[in-house]
């Protein structure tokens, strides 16, 4: 049971393993990404977006490192508890051991063994005392046997727990060593929202103008979602119904690859997430997101996530491209794109290049929005969050 305990345990230290390297990976990336944009005073608000998904990150990764202690404490607990049992039924078999010695001393002689065995009433008798003392040896062996392995076990119990000791103390390091750093990303964080702040009405009046862009492409996004929706549907109020046989089976594809998605660009940090957010430092202003934004490195190549079809390539005047692919009954949106590399109407691949990020003039990063939508009985699609669909690969 001890065993299968510790193999179990194993198990779940690998996850957490796993998830504190994925984490430092993320801060790396994030690192790198930032001193891209620090070269560059004009995007600050860039760099507070990935001085908050640091933040974020960091956080994440200590309260990985407090798992994987809590997982340690409780483990050397077991250790604890198993030792101070083994001990006690060691010293109830040397106890037992003893007092078998003590027995045989005090019965040493063989005059006596004989007597014993002469005096039985019959030979049946005499023959099981015989077999009474000959058992009595070999039990007397497999005593000081057990007790040896007991020992052993108990070494190596020991051992055990000394190790797990050590790790504890090494994520305790860590742990301290993470949380300096993370207090002096915090400190940049105020630093750079103090700066940020000195300049609200310029970068208030610069959020309005690219919130109502954003709105603009979303409408027309969300256009070209409802044509083609009426297109596939012909007489059907519903488009879901007249998927396919390869389309249904692609549909359920992709929702069983939820978590497992990979990302739309190879490299990149989730700057703004799904949903609606109140503004980092500008007050009375609420961003509202239809997928996440990604910030990536300057012309990163766009992947599509899954198998489909390309089902709207669009934009509006003087601004950027945005394309959708379909995937059965499912919608994934790519926004902010130059040198679209697919048609209406095409095939595409898992991971196969769709276009390329926009990147403004001697900028160095760049920002992919993402979306995910699922069509039902009932429409517009639902929209849903991208981060519980894409995994890092």
């Not at 040896?148 to 190790?163: A, T, W």
């Not at 949903?275 to 992947?303: M, Q, S, W």
């Given at each position: 049971m001890f065993l299968l305990a510790s193999g179990a345990f194993a198990q779940t230290r690998q996850s957490l393993e796993e998830q504190r390297k994925q984490a430092l990976k993320e801060i790396e990336e994030t690192s790198s990404l930032l001193k891209e944009v620090e070269q560059n005073r004009e995007k600050s608000v860039d760099k507070l977006n990935l001085l908050n998904a640091q933040v974020n990150q960091f956080n994440r990764l200590i309260g990985s490192i407090n798992?994987?202690?809590?997982?340690?404490?409780?483990?050397?607990?077991?250790?604890?508890?198993?030792?101070?049992?083994?001990?006690?039924?060691?010293?109830?078999?040397?106890?037992?051991?003893?007092?078998?010695?003590?027995?045989?001393?005090?019965?040493?002689?063989?005059?006596?063994?004989?007597?014993?065995?002469?005096?039985?009433?019959?030979?049946?008798?005499?023959?099981?005392?015989?077999?009474?003392?000959?058992?009595?040896?070999?039990?007397?062996?497999?005593?000081?046997?057990?007790?040896?392995?007991?020992?052993?076990?108990?070494?190596?119990?020991?051992?055990?727990?000394?190790?797990?000791?050590?790790?504890?103390?090494?994520?305790?390091?860590?742990?301290?060593?993470?949380?300096?750093?993370?207090?002096?990303?915090?400190?940049?964080?105020?630093?750079?929202?103090?700066?940020?702040?000195?300049?609200?009405?310029?970068?208030?009046?610069?959020?309005?103008?690219?919130?109502?862009?954003?709105?603009?492409?979303?409408?027309?996004?969300?256009?070209?979602?409802?044509?083609?929706?009426?297109?596939?549907?012909?007489?059907?109020?519903?488009p879901y119904e007249n998927l396919t046989p390869e389309e249904r089976l692609i549909s359920n594809n992709f929702k069983s690859n939820k978590g497992r998605l990979p990302w739309?660009?190879?490299?990149?940090?989730?700057?703004?997430?799904?949903?609606?957010?109140?503004?980092?430092?500008?007050?009375?202003?609420?961003?509202?997101?239809?997928?996440?934004?990604?910030?990536?490195?300057?012309?990163?190549?766009?992947?599509?996530?899954f198998d489909g079809e390309v089902s709207a390539v669009g934009g509006i005047t003087g601004d950027n491209m945005f394309i959708t692919v379909r995937h059965g009954n499912y919608i994934t949106v790519y926004s902010n794109l130059v040198e679209v590399k697919v048609k209406l109407g095409a095939k595409v691949n898992v991971k196969e290049t769709i276009g390329k990020v926009y990147t403004e003039k001697g900028a160095k990063t760049a920002i992919l929005k993402f979306q995910i939508r699922e069509e039902t009985n009932k429409p517009p699609p639902d929209k849903l969050n991208p981060e519980q669909w894409i995994v890092k690969q």
């Open positions: 798992a994987e202690i809590a997982y340690t404490d409780r483990q050397i607990g077991e250790m604890s508890a198993k030792i101070t049992q083994m001990n006690s039924e060691i010293e109830k078999m040397k106890d037992e051991y003893a007092r078998l010695v003590d027995h045989a001393y005090k019965n040493r002689g063989q005059y006596s063994k004989l007597i014993y065995v002469l005096s039985a009433k019959d030979f049946n008798e005499a023959y099981r005392r015989m077999k009474y003392f000959q058992q009595y040896s070999e039990y007397r062996k497999k005593q000081v046997t057990e007790i040896n392995i007991k020992q052993e076990e108990l070494r190596i119990v020991i051992k055990q727990l000394e190790e797990q000791k050590t790790e504890k103390e090494k994520l305790l390091a860590e742990q301290r060593q993470e949380s300096r750093k993370l207090e002096t990303v915090k400190s940049e964080q105020n630093r750079e929202v103090t700066n940020l702040r000195s300049q609200e009405r310029r970068l208030r009046s610069q959020l309005l103008a690219q919130q109502q862009k954003q709105k603009r492409i979303q409408n027309e996004i969300e256009k070209m979602i409802a044509a083609d929706a009426r297109k596939r549907a012909g007489t059907s109020a519903n739309p660009v190879e490299r990149g940090v989730i700057t703004s997430f799904f949903g609606t957010h109140a503004h980092p430092f500008i007050k009375g202003i609420y961003l509202e997101n239809d997928g996440i934004d990604i910030t990536t490195i300057g012309g990163a190549d766009v992947r599509a996530v």
